[in-house]
């Protein structure tokens, strides 16, 4: 889809997300995603539509119902959910082929059926500000509070 | 350090030890005394009688004291960040003072990731950051989302709890009607009170532990993304006139304000030991494409090279770089002429808009998080909150086509929406864009750059949301 120069600068926007989330925001097990294969060990070495990264945040991301309050304060915190990260450029556009493109490309979330596959899209501008948003593939429970 | 006591907690960094939170704050009116990272020299007034001020006049003439050290920052284009990045330690902190320019690439405005991490690393060499004031800030709100959560369940559990007891002795126990309202937490809590002390039930005991005055966000201190919790804000008052009826020694422990600062002492308490860490900086100072070709075209205290060599950039290169590199992704090599410029590209229309407000004061930032293009700061980022969200819209009605911005209602409602809720007037700033033939020819005049940006009209209109209960006055 995108051509060997475009396909240059979209790694150029991730080397920046994976600096900004290692240094600036603590992410841990951070790891470059570039073909399907990096995502399911038996898919094809495809490329992915756009690279992406995966990575686990220093805290629980989105968790629309909150560990019930009285015993979570003392208690250790569960370990927060590895995430999928998306760099996109705010100058771009973006259609709804590519967002689905990228969903399909992820693996099904595991447990429950009801959970929706999830991305966090990662918004650069020029001025180094890297803006985050919470995308689903789909409807989900808001979040308490 | 020496005399800090037991209770008294001095912050490190700051050795003037028993001190009140607000002494910490650095002198920005010093620190930031230069609008601009140029050297400005004033000569007395002229008196024409006084020959002494005759000669001074003279002298300052002749031996001007700027000529002896220009300054000259050097930055670096690189393509990955579509920006020009400064590196060179001194030139950043100057750039930062002397007008805001850029951003710390790991920071949220001024450079301060080698100072996070040190003290993240125990150093104790180094103060306080902005962005560590501001997790604190938060940290304590989500704390305080927790606890409404906790309470709101426990009323719900009490008021299912009474209606059993209803429905078993077929009486009202309390005269009172118990009325829920999940969104006023302090209602809640006083709902609690009046129904522990008239049912007095054993059930949970440890419900009276929890203190009447929760610390709220501070509230003077506003936010900038999230804005005032007004939810929060209703509450803190009904808190002060509330029944104070479990007050114990601790009184003023009820005053949120007060609560809070006390818990940003406890939290900075540390044992003065020396550490020192080393932490290689991993952060750069960003110039947008706009603060950097004003600072090198308009300034003149800038020099922008590419990756590979060392000989700074002529402005028209600049601009050409700039213009092939204002879109993503960006426009390939040779794709932009500069004889035969098309004024309608993103870059010069952003930057006739920056080059406006820069000339009349302003600190001009990017303002991506309220959704708008730019964000007006007057002095600077740490005087005040950016009054004003500017968003740019060309016009083309030079262009012989229909004024049409393209974009739908709902698109501007949200954004005033959002700016609102910041405090912050949305400005709609309309450029009108010149066509082809208005600028040929530019870059054979004299200072044709200065010819070339007159042509951009600036237009600007103040736009905010009109709520007509409330703005009688």
Not at chain 1, 77 to 91: A, G
Request: hydrophobic letters at 35%; aromatic letters at 8%; one cysteine or more.
């Amino acid at each position: 889809m995108a051509t060997a120069d475009g396909a240059s600068h979209l790694l150029g926007l991730r080397s920046i997300v994976r600096s900004n989330l290692e240094y600036q925001h603590y992410w841990t097990d951070l790891r470059l995603l570039n073909t399907f294969a990096d995502l399911n060990i038996n898919a094809q070495g495809d490329p992915l539509t756009r690279p992406m990264i995966h990575g686990r945040p220093p805290d629980q991301l989105y968790n629309p119902e909150p560990a019930s309050t009285t015993e979570s304060s003392s208690q250790q915190k569960p370990t927060p959910e590895m995430e999928y990260v998306l760099p996109v450029h705010l100058d771009e556009k973006l259609t709804l082929r590519t967002w689905a493109a990228v969903f399909d490309a992820l693996p099904t979330p595991p447990g429950d059926n009801y959970r929706k596959k999830r991305i966090v899209v990662a918004v650069i501008s020029g001025d180094s500000t890297v803006v985050y948003y919470i995308m689903h593939d789909g409807i989900v429970k808001p979040r308490q509070n | 350090m020496a005399e800090a006591s037991g209770s008294s907690a001095s912050a490190p960094g700051n050795n003037t030890a028993p001190s009140t939170p607000k002494s910490k704050r650095p002198n920005y009116n010093i620190i930031h005394a230069n609008p601009l990272p140029v050297v400005l020299y004033h000569a007395p007034p002229l008196i024409p009688h006084n020959p002494l001020s005759i000669i001074h006049h003279l002298y300052l003439f002749f031996f001007p004291p700027i000529n002896s050290h220009k300054i000259i920052y050097t930055g670096m284009f690189s393509p990955v960040t579509m920006s020009v990045e400064v590196r060179d330690p001194k030139a950043v902190l100057d750039l930062w003072q002397k007008g805001f320019w850029g951003k710390g690439s790991l920071s949220r405005s001024e450079p301060t990731w080698l100072n996070r991490e040190m003290r993240r690393l125990g150093d104790t060499r180094v103060g306080e950051t902005s962005e560590e004031i501001t997790r604190k800030r938060r940290d304590q709100r989500k704390e305080m989302k927790k606890e409404r959560a906790r309470k709101e369940k426990e009323e719900l559990e009490k008021v299912k709890e009474a209606e059993a007891d209803k429905n078993i002795n077929g009486a009202a126990t309390n005269g009172k009607p118990i009325v829920v309202d999940a969104k006023v937490v302090v209602d809640l809590e006083e709902e609690l009170n009046g129904l522990d002390s008239a049912a007095n039930q054993p059930g949970e005991p440890h419900k009276l532990s929890v203190p009447l005055g929760l610390p709220t966000p501070p509230l003077s201190v506003t936010d900038e993304s999230d804005g005032l919790d007004l939810e929060a804000k209703t509450s803190t008052s009904k808190v002060e006139a509330g029944p104070v009826s479990d007050s114990e020694p601790s009184a003023p422990a009820l005053q949120p304000a007060k609560v809070v600062r006390f818990d940003a002492n406890t939290t900075s308490k540390e044992i003065p030991v020396e550490k020192h860490v080393n932490v290689k900086e991993q952060e750069h100072l960003q110039l947008t494409l706009c603060e950097a070709f004003f600072l090198t075209y308009a300034v003149g205290v800038l020099e922008i090279t590419t990756q590979g060599s060392s000989e700074p950039l002529a402005v028209s290169k600049l601009l050409e770089l700039f213009i092939r590199h204002s879109c993503f992704p960006p426009l390939p090599e040779s794709s932009v002429s500069i004889s035969a410029l098309n004024p309608d590209n993103a870059f010069l229309i952003n930057y006739a808009v920056y080059h406006h407000f820069r000339s009349l004061g302003w600190v001009v930032k990017l303002g991506v998080k309220f959704s708008v293009d730019y964000l007006l700061y007057k002095r600077g980022p740490v005087f005040t909150h950016a009054e004003f969200g500017v968003l740019i819209i060309p016009s083309y009605s030079r262009w012989g086509r229909e004024e049409n911005v393209g974009k739908e209602w709902h698109w501007l409602h949200s954004i005033t929406r959002v700016n609102s809720q910041v405090k912050k007037t949305v400005l709609l700033v309309y450029v009108d864009v010149p066509t082809a033939d208005d600028v040929k020819g530019w870059d054979t005049k004299h200072d044709g750059m200065k010819a070339l940006l007159a042509e951009y009209r600036i237009r600007e209109v103040a736009l905010r949301r009109w709520i007509p209960g409330r703005n009688r006055d």
